[in-house]
């Protein structure tokens, strides 16, 4: 008995059946982009850096693992500049050392990203609470290859970084700079400024430091007196 779901009718003849699957036929203008695009994205790194990272990535994490006073040290090791008595937690990621400028007595705390593909200065007496996030490079959108860019990150003096607040690229904090918990910086700020939100907006701290009991008692009052008014006389 044949199987005829197993057979197929044969080609006419002078027709070329392909063997090796399906092919797409690309003109010579997508063949040109995909050219220039596979050359566009070569890696922005040289041998040297490349080198350099795989070093950090392996031998350098395993000695700030396990060598904790020594991190500051360890950063230099790899050309970035540490001022005296600051302190990394073990969980800090730096991703090139090199691009790093720290100030005297900086607390980065445990999950903080440093994410230096382009130059971070950090001033003296500042703190990145845990998991901040620096972020020092991006890929421009406006062009179709998506090229990375590593535009600077500068903090002051005396900055602030909350718990999970984000840095973007090419931003610059004054001194005395707060930023507020899981706020989102977009924009540069003068010295003094506090940072709340996404996007992170400027407020008054005396304000936004009100405490619990405080903000409940004004609630009360509020209900209280919106129930006084409805349970006046006509």
């Known amino acids: 008995m044949t199987d ?11 027709v070329h059946t392909p063997t090796h699957g399906p092919t797409t036929s690309i003109g010579p203008a997508e063949s040109a982009t995909a050219r220039a695009t596979n050359l566009s994205r070569k890696t922005p790194w040289t041998l040297k850096e490349n080198i350099a990272r795989v070093m950090w990535m392996t031998f350098g994490a395993i000695a700030w693992k396990l060598l904790p006073p020594a991190r500051p040290m360890l950063i230099r090791l790899f050309g970035g500049r540490v001022g005296r008595a600051c302190r990394f937690g073990s969980r800090v990621e730096v991703t090139i050392p090199w691009n790093v400028t720290i100030g005297d007595n900086v607390r980065v705390r445990e999950g903080a990203i440093i994410y230096s593909l382009g130059p971070i200065t950090i001033g003296d007496n500042s703190v990145l ?9 991006t890929h421009d959108m406006t062009d179709p290859t998506f090229p990375l860019v590593k535009p600077p990150i500068t903090l002051g003096k005396r900055c602030f970084v909350g718990i999970d607040a984000y840095i973007a690229p090419d931003i610059e904090l004054g001194d005395d700079c707060r930023v507020w918990p899981r706020t989102s910086v977009y924009k540069s700020a003068p010295r003094g400024t506090c940072l709340k939100g996404n996007p ?17 008692q004004i609630d009360r009052a509020g209900a209280g007196g919106a129930g006084a008014g409805e349970g006046d006389p006509a």
């Open 129 to 137: 609470d845990s998991r901040a996030h620096l972020c020092a490079g």
């Open 4 to 14: 005829t779901a197993s057979t197929s009718p044969p080609p006419p003849s002078g």
């Open 200 to 216: 992170g907006r400027t407020i008054d701290p005396d304000e936004e430091l009100l405490s619990e009991a405080e903000l409940a």
